[in-house]
């Protein structure tokens, strides 16, 4: 059993009898702003390089994130 449309109306009705139009306009506001701040943050974790490479040479350490990746043929060209 599912609800009705006509339940809907009336549940709609009494949420908007308790709160008022303006309060749920501003609910509805806060909401999309902070699904859009989530979507940018997103984003941005997605756009971050995600590898760091160390490499140790004797007593060197070499650190960095990897721009490229290349095979050991073309490491042993360098």
Known sequence: ???SIWQLVIIL????LLFGAKRLRNV????????KG???AMKEEESKPEDTV???????V???EVATKTTTKEQDKV
């Open 13 to 16: 009705l009494i949420v908007l």
């Open 38 to 40: 989530f979507k940018s």
């Open 28 to 35: 509805g506001g806060d909401l999309g702003s902070a699904i």
């Open 54 to 60: 160390r490499i140790d040479k004797g007593a060197d």
């Open 1 to 3: 059993m599912g609800i």
């Open 62 to 64: 070499i650190e960095g």
